[in-house]
């Protein structure tokens, strides 16, 4: 019993295929198929979800062109295609839900997940960004390091929607032991690689938020002491320069930077308490 299911299943699939990609009257074809005989399945659902994991993108429209889309599990469908890299058919789909039956906000958070850049630019440029939780996409860029998302975020959205204390959080919370421990044997090594770059990232969306939003938004203490934690002196002498001495907590970075050894960030914060000395007197 299975194997001939499993045929019949095989013969569907089949006939899907090969109607999408041969048949110019494929609408016709779809629609005497649907009203006089089994092959199209009841609901419509299996189809569509096999069409979108195969990329058979007339036939994904002619459903949506057919069928009440809240009968459809449109979440599912969009997912499947955007695993299988159809990106046209996610497109295309939301483009044309015209019922509202699609979540953006939940393809726009898989799409920032897997660094799906395109998607994420088409969603940002062509859908109301209040139906999309930017707050929560910028946490996922930032827990997964990823600069450029982070970039195009803070180029195309309001400001306003950002939390920058979560995501700064987000951004150390996304580092991962092996970034700090020592590489002891050889399969470990390309492991650290990755993980030394994902650092530089994670640093370079670290300084981007700190120039990009008002100093004040940022608890200083927090992002100073995490990156004594992670040894990124380049970071520490960097914020030393551009934020203001108010928002800093001088004594305990110099007893940090005696702790780790570090003389040119000694020798940064010496200069600068002899600056507040000098403004004193």
Not at 107 to 116: G, K, R, S
Request: with cysteine; net charge negative; hydrophobic share 40%.
């Amino acid at each position: 019993m299975r194997d001939s299911l499993n045929l019949q299943t095989d013969v569907r699939n089949t006939v899907y295929k090969t109607i999408n990609d041969t048949c110019d009257s494929f609408v016709e074809i779809l629609q005497w198929l649907n009203e006089n005989t089994k092959v199209i399945d009841h609901p419509v659902t299996s189809l569509l979800e096999y069409s979108c994991k195969n990329n058979l993108q007339k036939i994904v429209k002619w459903i949506l062109q057919t069928f009440d889309h809240n009968t459809l599990n449109m979440d599912k469908m969009i997912i499947e295609a955007y695993k299988a890299r159809y990106h046209e058919i996610v497109a295309w789909s939301i483009i044309n839900d015209d019922q509202n039956a699609i979540n953006k906000s939940e393809v726009f958070d898989l799409a920032v997940y897997n660094e799906h850049t395109d998607v994420i630019h088409y969603l940002l440029e062509n859908i109301d960004h209040k139906l999309l939780d930017i707050s929560k996409a910028m946490d996922i860029a930032c827990r997964r390091g990823n600069l450029d998302i982070v970039e195009m975020l803070l180029l195309n959205v309001d400001y306003k929607e950002i939390n920058v204390k979560e995501a700064i959080d987000n951004v150390f919370s996304g580092i991962t032991f092996d970034t700090v421990k020592p590489c002891q044997i050889m399969k470990n090594r390309l492991e650290n690689y990755i993980d030394k770059a994902s650092e530089c990232e994670r640093i370079k969306i670290v300084k981007l938020m700190l120039e990009t939003f008002d100093h004040k938004l940022f608890d200083m203490t927090t992002i100073m002491n995490t990156a004594y934690e992670q040894r990124w002196f380049d970071l520490i002498k960097w914020m030393i320069e551009v934020v203001d001495d108010s928002l800093l907590d001088i004594n305990e970075m110099l007893r940090m930077a005696c702790q780790s050894e570090c003389l040119d960030i000694v020798t940064l914060l010496a200069e600068k308490t002899q600056e507040l000395t000098k403004e004193l007197l």
